[in-house]
């Protein structure tokens, strides 16, 4: 991880880079500099250099960066940031520039809370790279004056495209839970559009809801309906390539203040990892106030994470939680389902064992056809020789896939996205209880709760576990689930279609437990 802090004029630009020389997670953002400020229109130029390895535009979907700007009051790499909009919306708006690569495009949501860079045509590229970008953000949207000086970060995700599109859920009653269309009638589900759903005790031809009686889940053949405001899949939306990775777990708590950073985000404090050393492959240790976090493994998946701590990191980044019928699009795409199929498509599975290189991102696996990360394998070769703490638990992400790598050996799901099985499970928002059902699909929008002891919180409407209290924040798990499995658990729960977890509410952070976020496209 680089940190650059070059002088432009009166302000300073702080790159935040997150990047590796790995086939996976190789987003680069440098050079990251401030230019002109417009006291009149309220807005400040950011320029910067973005490159990414294996990006695509086909018919079926592409890839992108979601990108949001920060700015803060001093050099001090460690206090808070602030994200702030950009200055328009829409598609290449005023004031923006993609740099010297041509092909490329910008797209700003209508809440300018962040933009998505694209290709802008069909074709594929190995090496991505552009110089000289730019955005122009509206610096009072993140409280600053026309006369302060002001340091920026630029924070980037790979992302990839979910078209619209209907798809099914369930895999004929073969996984658990799965999702039926009647009592007597095993056919999944077929999600049509994001109209309400009605489910009830039908017996064949409908929605019917198959439980796994976890703690307050609705019980099978129970009759409800799924709102027309909860996200079912079927509209468009970006998901993160890869799981929440240690690297930007650290960017993300390195730029939150130290109240917030003491009192809910420490992943190594008694309620998350309660350590600094190396614990089932977790990498990350935190000193200091107000802390400052590093990982000697940033391209890791980051573990540890609570229901509150994911919540926390997709409203600082203006993402939302992934909802369990998302999940499935995600993995299945519009296919047909495959009794007992994995995410790549097959009912075949393969375990990860033997480890070649050192584990600096380029390490590979090189057991045959193994395209996951399951049954609690221990490893042989990379950081395995150290000991224990390094030979279970999560490998990098994307360490399957290659150039040369099909969709199963890869373990990758219909759309491209990776490690949605095994490696972490996924937290995803359930349809298994009422309080999954109120969740409407609103995106974060980049400030966290402020009120003492519960600084640091997501709190976004009508997301999992937001507290009563006005305030407080998202500080329970009530309405999340589990879905995809993790390097701890046995292959039936990475099926597609298992909802053994999907409603099963927990606030622990434990060693197999990860996270990424989504965002919906309202663009055409």
Same mark, same amino acid.
């Given at each position: 991880?680089?940190?650059?802090?070059?002088?432009?004029?009166?302000?300073?630009?702080?790159?935040?880079?997150?990047?590796?020389?790995?086939?996976?997670?190789?987003?680069?953002?440098?050079?990251?500099?401030?230019?002109?400020?417009?006291?009149?229109?309220?807005?400040?130029?950011?320029?910067?250099?973005?490159?990414?390895?294996?990006?695509?535009?086909?018919?079926?979907?592409?890839?992108?960066?979601?990108?949001?700007?920060?700015?803060?009051?001093?050099?001090?790499?460690? &206090?808070?940031?602030?994200?702030?909009?950009?200055?328009?919306?829409?598609?290449?708006?005023?004031?923006?520039?993609?740099? &010297?690569?041509?092909?490329?495009?910008?797209?700003?949501?209508?809440?300018?809370?962040?933009?998505?860079?694209?290709?802008?045509?069909?074709?594929? @590229?190995?090496?991505?790279?552009?110089?000289?970008?730019?955005?122009?953000?509206?610096?009072?949207?993140?409280?600053?004056?026309?006369?302060? *000086?002001?340091?920026?970060? @630029?924070?980037?995700?790979?992302?990839?495209?979910?078209?619209?599109?209907?798809?099914?859920?369930?895999?004929?009653?073969?996984?658990? /839970?799965?999702?039926?269309?009647?009592?007597?009638?095993?056919?999944?589900?077929?999600?049509?559009?994001?109209?309400?759903?009605?489910?009830?005790?039908?017996?064949?031809?409908?929605?019917?809801?198959?439980?796994?009686?976890?703690?307050?889940?609705?019980?099978?053949?129970?009759?409800?309906?799924?709102?027309?405001?909860?996200?079912?899949?079927?509209?468009?939306?970006?998901?993160?390539?890869?799981?929440?990775?240690?690297?930007?777990?650290?960017?993300?708590?390195?730029?939150?203040?130290?109240?917030?950073?003491?009192?809910?985000?420490?992943?190594?404090?008694?309620?998350?990892?309660?350590?600094?050393? @190396?614990?089932?492959?977790?990498?990350?240790?935190?000193?200091?106030?107000?802390?400052?976090?590093?990982?000697?493994?940033?391209?890791?998946?980051?573990?540890?994470?609570?229901?509150?701590?994911?919540?926390?990191?997709?409203?600082?980044?203006?993402?939302?939680?992934?909802?369990?019928?998302?999940?499935?699009?995600?993995?299945?795409?519009?296919?047909?389902?495959?009794?007992?199929?994995?995410?790549?498509?097959?009912?075949?599975?393969?375990?990860?064992?033997?480890?070649?290189?050192?584990?600096?991102?380029?390490?590979?696996?090189?057991?045959?056809?193994?395209?996951?990360?399951?049954?609690?394998?221990?490893?042989?070769?990379?950081?395995?020789? *150290?000991?224990?703490?390094?030979?279970?638990?999560?490998?990098?992400?994307?360490?399957?896939?290659?150039?040369?790598?099909?969709?199963?050996?890869?373990?990758?799901?219909?759309?491209?996205?990776?490690?949605?099985?095994?490696?972490?499970?996924?937290?995803?928002?359930?349809?298994?209880?009422?309080?999954?059902?109120?969740?409407?699909? *609103?995106?974060?929008?980049?400030?966290?709760?402020?009120? &003492?002891?519960?600084?640091?919180?997501?709190?976004?409407?009508?997301?999992?576990?937001?507290? /009563?209290?006005?305030?407080?924040?998202?500080?329970?798990?009530?309405?999340?689930?589990?879905?995809?499995?993790?390097?701890?658990?046995?292959?039936?729960?990475?099926?597609?279609?298992?909802?053994?977890?999907?409603?099963?509410?927990?606030?622990?952070?434990? /060693?197999?437990?990860?996270?990424?976020?989504?965002?919906?496209?309202?663009?055409?």
């Amino acid at each position: 991880m680089i940190l650059q802090l070059p002088k432009i004029g009166l302000a300073l630009g702080l790159a935040c880079v997150l990047t590796s020389a790995a086939q996976a997670n190789n987003l680069s953002i440098t050079n990251v500099a401030l230019a002109s400020r417009d006291p009149a229109t309220k807005s400040l130029v950011i320029k910067f250099d973005v490159s990414w390895n294996n990006s695509w535009h086909n018919k079926i979907n592409h890839d992108a960066v979601w990108l949001t700007v920060r700015l803060n009051g001093t050099q001090d790499a460690t &206090t808070h940031k602030r994200l702030c909009q950009i200055l328009a919306s829409g598609l290449n708006p005023a004031g923006s520039s993609t740099g &010297t690569a041509d092909k490329l495009e910008f797209y700003v949501p209508s809440d300018k809370r962040g933009v998505f860079l694209r290709r802008s045509s069909n074709g594929n @590229v190995a090496n991505m790279a552009t110089q000289g970008a730019q955005l122009t953000v509206d610096y009072s949207s993140c409280g600053f004056l026309d006369t302060d *000086q002001v340091y920026a970060s @630029v924070f980037g995700l790979e992302m990839v495209f979910i078209p619209q599109g209907d798809f099914y859920t369930g895999d004929y009653n073969t996984s658990t /839970a799965s999702l039926n269309q009647g009592s007597a009638d095993n056919n999944p589900w077929h999600i049509i559009s994001e109209n309400a759903i009605p489910v009830t005790n039908s017996a064949s031809g409908s929605y019917y809801y198959v439980s796994n009686n976890n703690a307050g889940e609705y019980a099978t053949g129970t009759s409800f309906n799924i709102a027309a405001a909860f996200p079912k899949g079927y509209a468009p939306f970006y998901v993160m390539k890869y799981e929440l990775t240690e690297g930007q777990w650290v960017e993300f708590i390195n730029s939150l203040g130290s109240s917030a950073q003491r009192a809910n985000r420490d992943i190594t404090d008694n309620e998350h990892k309660n350590s600094d050393t @190396v614990m089932a492959r977790n990498t990350i240790s935190c000193a200091g106030s107000p802390l400052v976090c590093s990982t000697q493994r940033p391209w890791r998946p980051v573990s540890f994470l609570s229901w509150m701590d994911l919540a926390a990191f997709l409203d600082w980044d203006a993402l939302r939680p992934m909802t369990e019928l998302e999940f499935e699009k995600i993995a299945r795409g519009p296919l047909l389902p495959v009794q007992g199929e994995y995410v790549w498509g097959t009912g075949d599975i393969a375990a990860a064992v033997h480890m070649s290189g050192n584990e600096d991102g380029t390490e590979t696996i090189t057991d045959a056809n193994a395209n996951a990360n399951y049954n609690n394998t221990t490893f042989s070769g990379g950081d395995a020789s *150290q000991g224990a703490s390094y030979q279970i638990g999560p490998l990098r992400v994307g360490i399957f896939a290659s150039n040369a790598t099909t969709r199963v050996m890869a373990g990758a799901s219909y759309y491209g996205v990776m490690d949605i099985s095994g490696n972490l499970k996924e937290r995803v928002v359930t349809i298994g209880n009422a309080a999954g059902g109120t969740f409407d699909g *609103q995106h974060g929008d980049g400030v966290l709760s402020s009120m &003492t002891g519960f600084e640091g919180n997501a709190d976004t409407a009508h997301w999992p576990g937001l507290d /009563a209290i006005s305030g407080r924040g998202v500080t329970g798990a009530n309405g999340s689930g589990f879905r995809g499995g993790s390097w701890s658990d046995s292959g039936n729960l990475l099926r597609i279609s298992d909802r053994t977890e999907a409603a099963l509410t927990l606030t622990e952070a434990t /060693a197999s437990f990860g996270g990424r976020g989504v965002r919906t496209y309202d663009g055409n």
